[in-house]
């Protein structure tokens, strides 16, 4: 089963995905949880009693705190190499994953080699002696081979595809213009989906359609002074387009007149 904005959005009782930080999705029977990619605010999350297999899509969480991952299908400590970036997390439960195996010990000092700001790892509190065992006992996490052959992708999509994707366009582009304002990006999710999945090439025309759904969607969050502003450049940009276009009527006017003539 795959974690929808649909169900975080009900479940955290939310209006959007940046505003959630605490989540509780145990025995949900979760495979994909991709749509934590989109929830860099997160702070706690139970996903215990699922059937997750990675955790590529916590990488970007870098505030979460809390993280209940207690009999899923992770399949090896490498994905914990996913985790590595996130220096908040404190509290961590992975028991009865497979990736746990039947040395207790050493998959204690594997994980907490990997994560040395842990403060808790299976409802058991980390010590300063067992951490300095860790760092010389424990095992090095290598990262997973299928996240590197896709370090590049998102959302499941091929560079190729992702680069090419209208929405990633649109977003980009209405991102490029508010942080030149000063103002938040938005996330993803704060954008509608402007093609079908089948419909991935950008042609020129397209970029240009892409580049007007930016800015209608940046004219949302100005208030009144601000669209003034807009409004004024607008009718200034307009004016130069009109004199640009009185210019060539009549140049090609005089070079009428001209052939005429001769």
């Known amino acids: 089963m ?6 975080v959005l009900a479940k955290a ?5 940046e505003s959630v930080k605490k989540l509780n999705c145990w025995g949900c029977n979760l495979t994909d949880i991709s749509i934590f990619s989109q929830m860099p605010n997160i702070e706690v999350v139970a996903l215990s009693v699922n ?3 990675t955790l590529s899509p916590l990488a970007g969480c870098l505030s979460l705190v809390e993280l209940y991952l207690r009999r899923n299908m992770i399949p090896s400590l490498s994905e914990l190499s996913h985790l590595r970036l996130l220096t908040h997390l404190k509290v961590l439960w992975l028991a009865e994953n497979p990736c746990c195996g039947s040395d207790c010990s050493q998959y204690r000092l594997t994980v907490l080699r990997c994560l ?20 010389k006992e424990g095992e090095v996490v290598t990262t997973p ?28 582009e209405t991102n490029k213009i508010r942080e030149e304002l000063g103002m938040k990006p938005l996330s993803r999710d704060k954008f509608p989906s402007l093609s079908s999945p089948s419909t991935r090439e950008i042609k020129p025309s397209m970029k240009k359609t892409h580049t007007l759904d ?24 307009l004016q ?5 276009s009185e210019t060539l009527n009549s140049s090609q006017q005089t070079q009428k007149t001209a052939d005429i003539q001769h």
Do not use: C, F, W
């Open 214 to 237: 930016a800015v209608l969607l940046l004219l949302r969050d100005l208030d009144e002074e601000e669209l003034r502003i807009v409004h004024t450049v607008t009718e200034n940009r």
């Open 2 to 7: 795959k974690l929808t904005r649909k169900l």
């Open 145 to 172: 081979p299928s996240s590197i052959q896709n370090q590049h992708s998102t959302n499941g999509l091929p560079d190729a595809e992702t680069e090419n994707d209208p929405l990633n366009y649109n977003m980009e």
């Open 51 to 53: 059937s997750i297999s």
């Open 240 to 244: 130069i387009y009109t004199l640009d």
């Open 13 to 17: 009782k939310a209006s959007d995905l």
């Open 116 to 135: 040395p700001h842990l403060q808790k790892l299976d409802n058991q509190v980390v010590t300063e002696d067992e951490l300095a065992m860790a760092l």
